[in-house]
């Protein structure tokens, strides 16, 4: 593991990635089950958590990077 530090702890990051794959794969399972576009809301949660993961990974490499340099 990385010793940067994110704005997300490493059982943080875990978490999200839990979320993210159990939303993702919700998401199309509820698309053919329900007729409704509630599935919709599904898909836009795995997108935030996915958009926080990323821009956690983004803070940790910038963080590696400058320590790196010094």
Do not use: C, H, K, Y
């Not at 940067?4 to 978490?15: I, M, P, Y």
């Not at 836009?44 to 340099?69: C, F, G, P, W, Y």
Request: net charge negative; proline share 1%; glycine share 2%.
């Amino acid at each position: 593991m990385r010793s940067a530090a994110g704005f997300l702890s490493e059982r943080q990051r875990r978490l999200a990635w839990v979320g993210f794959v159990l939303a993702a794969f919700q998401a199309p399972l509820a698309a053919s089950l329900i007729d409704d576009a509630s599935w919709l809301f599904a898909v836009v949660v795995a997108l935030v958590v996915a958009t926080v993961i990323m821009a956690d990974d983004n803070q940790r490499r910038s963080a590696a990077a400058t320590a790196e340099m010094e």
